[in-house]
């Protein structure tokens, strides 16, 4: 074995839109921190759909941008269809969503991690994670390398112990061609993590060379455009040529093709027996659950501009190929059209993330750092949301700094974060508007003005935006005070009077609700500033529930805010858990002074 003489302050292992965030995040610290990947030329692949955003998730990029993470700048360096969702809906919930270059895509977040000073970069397959009295303090490579390190980020994807299957064919496989990570499951295993399996899937990839576009309805790129970056300029991204998605519908021939081949379905043949997201089903799985439905929405969605693949949403499945080329047929416009990549299902090993505190660390191994589908999550910007919060926390651990956490009446990562850790996952977690209570305070166009300040004390947002901020800041809560206002438009940097403006019409829109949701928020805070002290063990207090008691012996809370969001702790519980917590703290400052 060699043993790397450089040491880490953070390892990342896994290079998918976790573990980018969380390299980039930690080095921007100042730790400093090694990405390990299996392959450098698949660092940030999109995997499954080339867009970046959507319900919820659009907010979620918003925000990792505001903090200072890189996928809404790469978002938009490589956009080619920019699009707002929910339109029709309030501004609460107005959502974006761009199509990318996949590639463009991929080779910018490589070229940002390259660029990143304290971050280095290699291609090997991670196999152990070592341990001194109990802790991490290294990793042991497939080719027998080993780096020592303080903490370490899991963000393996759907890597871990990955199956892929098409029809009645299985094979290893984190993805399609790509060789799965099979040892470092036994490894997590024997460190104690509890590794539970899930699905997911992704749709055949078409040659739109003979496809008639006449037959869709066409869905052009938005004009004016809504750049997903807060730092992006609007008026130079427009000047490029943007490329159209199109929507159509299957029809009832492919409803038959289904059902006579769902048999032959890997999800109903018995070959998986992992459950996949319910938000994002297969096509076969909406025949079954869904049989009065004859036909369903389908959306072709370019992959770049320098190719003639596309995407069809919609059309995710696990049929065998043949069965995949008479579901193309059965739609017009798709008849002459070929196959380039069948879609599958790949089943993988994840970990329980009620295992973890809220700052994403193991509460069994110390040091040990998860984040992305490694927790249960499906999508880009869930993984990206969770690298970010891993990477800041494992670089402040390493620091001796308290974690940074946030609530969830500050950002939809909150609500995620949260919503992982203190309920736990039964199928893949995907985020939605509706999961946030707060989420009138949660909207995408004031992400800049709940997060940016936390990026600029974290070290993670680049200093020299922040004059500018403080004075964008200023000019909105002037214009709130006063209508009559005149904004002073010098010096706002990426900023504007427009958005000035923009932002406080909303904020007036829903003053009202906004005051309501302030005060309940303010309680949450309160609640959630309640630490639960070291030594105190709430699931041995006295007189609450029994059920109450497994539930917090499960969670491990680390605040009163926390206990009081575990499903079947009733406010009684938390009640009689304050008082305690109380008595716990006079008790320990009494034997303090004696």
């Known amino acids: 074995m060699f043993t790397c003489p450089d040491k880490y302050d953070v390892i990342v292992i896994g290079g998918g839109h976790a573990g980018c965030e969380a390299a980039l995040a930690a080095a921007k610290i100042g730790a400093r921190t090694l990405l390990l990947t299996q392959s450098l030329d698949t660092i940030a692949q999109m995997s499954c759909n080339p867009s970046i955003g959507g319900i919820a998730k659009g907010q979620i990029v918003r925000e990792i941008d505001a903090l200072g993470g890189a996928m809404g700048r790469v978002t938009d360096a490589a956009a080619v269809h920019y699009h707002m969702l929910n339109t029709g809906k309030g501004p609460a919930v107005h959502s974006p969503r761009v199509q990318c270059d996949k590639k463009t895509y991929q080779f910018t977040f490589k070229h940002t991690l390259e660029l990143q000073p304290n971050l280095d970069i290699m291609q090997d397959e991670a196999v152990q994670i070592a341990t001194a009295d109990g802790a991490v303090s290294g990793v042991l490579t497939l080719r027998n390398t ?31 061609n790509d060789m799965p990570s099979t ?21 055949m990839r078409i040659n739109a060379r003979e496809v008639d576009f006449s037959q869709f309805r066409l869905q052009p790129s938005d004009n004016p455009l809504q750049p997903m970056s807060h730092f992006s300029d609007a008026a130079a991204l427009s000047k490029r040529n943007f490329l159209c998605c199109y929507i159509t519908r299957t029809t009832e021939e492919t409803d038959k093709i289904l059902r006579e081949n769902l048999h032959r379905s890997a999800m109903y043949s018995g070959k998986i027996h992992a459950l996949g997201p319910r938000y994002c089903p297969s096509v076969e799985d909406k025949t079954k659950k869904f049989p009065d439905v004859k036909t369903h929405p389908l959306f072709l969605e370019p992959e770049g501009n320098n ?32 196959i380039t990549r069948a879609g599958y299902a790949v089943e993988y090993d994840f970990s329980d993330p009620m295992d973890l505190y809220p700052s994403l660390e193991s509460k069994i191994v110390p040091g040990l750092f998860c984040a992305g589908q490694m927790n249960g999550t499906t999508g880009y910007e869930e993984a990206g949301g969770q690298g970010f919060i891993a990477g800041v926390n494992a670089a402040r651990k390493v620091r001796g700094l308290e974690p940074f956490v ?33 989420r009138i305070l949660l909207r995408n166009d004031n992400a800049d003005l709940r997060l940016c300040p936390h990026g600029f004390a974290l070290g993670t947002l680049d200093k020299k935006y922040q004059p500018a901020f403080e004075k964008y800041r200023a000019q909105v809560e002037a214009l709130k005070a006063n209508p009559e206002h005149v ?7 990426p900023w504007s009077a427009e958005k000035v403006r923009n932002h406080v019409a909303i904020h007036q829109k829903y003053a009202g609700y906004y005051e309501r949701n302030q005060k309940d928020a303010e309680k949450l805070a309160q609640a959630d500033n309640i630490i639960i002290p ?32 575990i499903p079947g702790v009733t406010p009684a519980d938390i009640q009689l858990l304050a008082i305690h917590i109380e008595r716990y703290r006079r008790l320990k400052r009494a034997e303090k002074v004696g």
Not at 184 to 196: D, Q, V
Not at 410 to 434: C, H, Q, W
Not at 537 to 564: M, W
């Open 406 to 438: 946030l609530r969830r009446d500050e950002a939809y990562i909150g609500v995620l974060i949260d919503d992982l850790v203190t309920k736990g996952v039964n199928e893949p977690y995907r985020m939605f508007t509706s999961r946030a209570e707060y």
């Open 183 to 203: 040892r470092l499951s036994g490894s997590l295993k024997e460190l104690g993590l509890h590794i539970i399996r899930f699905k997911t899937g992704t749709p």
């Open 487 to 493: 904004i002073d438009e010098a010096d706002l940097g």
């Open 534 to 565: 070291e030594g105190f063990d709430p699931s041995g207090v006295k007189g609450i529930l029994i059920e109450s008691s497994q539930k917090l012996k499960t969670v491990k809370p680390r605040t009163l805010g926390q206990a009081s969001r």
């Open 146 to 176: 080993f780096y020592q390190t303080k903490t370490v980020i899991l963000s393996t994807g759907t890597f871990l112990g990955g199956t892929i299957h098409i029809g009645e064919e299985m094979f290893p496989g984190g993805r399609y």
């Open 307 to 338: 190719t003639e693949e596309y995407y069809i949403q919609g059309f995710s499945t696990s049929l065998p190929e043949d069965v995949q080329r008479a579901l193309l047929k059965s739609v017009p416009g798709l008849e002459k059209c070929t």
